[in-house]
């Protein structure tokens, strides 16, 4: 016969674990959008160098499309259709631009890191989590005085946290919040943390940002060209169609990704 006493147990665990939860929410900071973007907004806890590979990279791709929308643009003039022309060139820019912003903060910001000391943290491990929202890192949230930090760290920072640790150590980038180097300052085997489930939900909320824009910028490139390849002639009506169906194609893919974020924000009863 089961003790009818360690059911209770459990539901007093049950309860305090909750209570825990709740407590390191209130705690926990909530950027801002301007914080958010000043760290490298869905860059952040990456190193400076990562970021300025990212950046090289998209730098170096749209000033490709760049060029390719001018390539359209003298096709165009030697058909005597000039406007078509510079909306190539008009989508190709809105194209890099959207790319940029978002490599871009957070280029700004990692030249900084170059420049500034790092930070040392020490406090109370409250919490980690194997996702975050940068993709490829894991969450952990340290207490330091009143509040609750989070930090995004490289797996094989956060397998250190997994057995038992209770007080940490960081060294992390002012601007960035690139973690360095994660101490275990103090370690209870019997304390081992039980990470709390991963959804897919929360999965695909992870890499959906990144996703949408990269969506949009497809969506933006496949409605312009479809448009400049229909046999509308060298009117005028030609390059509004092509500025048209670039504009719709990008605004649906919009709009089918807000309803997506909607229903995954559903699935997490946030």
């Not at 089961?2 to 939860?21: D, F, H, I, K, V």
């Not at 926990?28 to 301007?34: F, G, N, Q, S, W």
């Not at 709390?196 to 969506?215: G, Y």
């Amino acid at each position: 016969m089961r003790n009818p006493g360690s059911r209770e147990l459990r539901r007093r665990q049950a309860r305090l674990e909750a209570q825990q939860r709740t407590s390191v929410r209130e705690r926990t900071l909530a950027p801002k959008r301007e914080e958010m973007m000043r760290r490298g907004g869905l860059l952040e806890g990456l190193s400076p160098g990562q970021v300025t590979r990212f950046a090289g990279i998209s730098l170096v791709v749209g000033i490709a499309v760049i060029a390719l929308g001018v390539l359209g643009l003298l096709v165009e003039l030697g058909q005597r259709d000039l406007f078509l022309g510079v909306v190539v060139v008009a989508v190709a820019v809105i194209m890099t631009g959207t790319a940029l912003s978002i490599t871009a903060p957070a280029y700004l910001t990692a030249r900084g890191d170059r420049k500034q000391p790092s930070r040392t943290i020490q406090g109370q491990l409250v919490g980690a989590s194997s996702i975050s929202a940068t993709p490829g890192l894991a969450t952990v949230a340290i207490s330091v005085g009143k509040s609750v930090e989070q930090f995004r760290v490289r797996r094989e920072l956060f397998e250190r946290v997994k057995g038992g640790a209770t007080v940490v150590g960081i060294t992390v980038t002012p601007g960035l919040n690139h973690v360095q180097t994660l101490t275990v300052i103090r370690r209870d085997r019997q304390a081992v943390m039980n990470e709390p489930p991963i959804s897919r939900a929360m999965r695909m909320s992870v890499w959906l940002p990144l996703a949408s824009i990269a969506s949009l910028i497809g969506g933006m490139a496949l409605g312009c060209a479809i448009g400049v390849l229909l046999p509308l002639g060298n009117g005028f009506d030609h390059p509004l169609v092509a500025l048209a169906l670039a504009a719709a194609v990008a605004g649906g893919i919009a709009l089918g990704t807000r309803w997506y974020s909607h229903r995954l924000v559903a699935q997490l009863g946030i």
